[in-house]
Nanobody, 111 residues
Framework: QVQIVESGGGLVQPGGSLRLSCVSS????????VRWYRQPPGKQRELVAS?????TPNYADSVKDRFTISKDKNTVFLQMTSVKPEDTAVYYC???????WGQGTQVTVSS
C-alpha cells in the first residue's frame, strides 16, 4: 500500500508563487509517471500537469508557461508562478501505476 501526501498549499496573492510537494511512503516516483490534478470549488477534478517515468513533462493549456512539474526519487514538485484567482483549488498528486491519490492541499489565490 503506497501512501501519497501533498503539502505546500496556502493563500497567495495574484501574481505570486507557490511550490507544492508530493511525497510517497515508498521510492516510487523515480520509475513511475506522476500527475497533478486540481479541483476548483464546485467543479470537477482536472488534470494540471504530468511527468513521465523518464521525466518528460506535459501541461494543461491553462497553466502552460506558468507551472513547472519536476521530480526526484522521493518527491514530485509543482512550481506555480504568476498565479491567478482561477488557480484556486484543492491540488492532488496521483500515481497511475499504483492508483494512489493523496489527500490534497488547498491553494487559494486572492488579494
Amino acid at each position: 500500500q503506497v501512501q501519497i501526501v501533498e503539502s505546500g498549499g496556502g493563500l497567495v496573492q495574484p501574481g505570486g508563487s507557490l511550490r507544492l510537494s508530493c511525497v510517497s511512503s515508498g521510492s516510487i516516483f523515480d520509475s513511475n509517471a506522476v500527475r497533478w490534478y486540481r479541483q476548483p470549488p464546485g467543479k470537477q477534478r482536472e488534470l494540471v500537469a504530468s511527468i513521465s517515468s523518464g521525466g518528460t513533462p506535459n501541461y494543461a493549456d491553462s497553466v502552460k508557461d506558468r507551472f513547472t512539474i519536476s521530480k526526484d526519487k522521493n518527491t514530485v514538485f509543482l512550481q506555480m508562478t504568476s498565479v491567478k484567482p482561477e488557480d484556486t483549488a484543492v491540488y492532488y498528486c496521483y500515481v497511475p501505476a499504483w492508483g494512489a491519490w493523496g489527500q490534497g492541499t488547498q491553494v487559494t489565490v486572492s488579494s
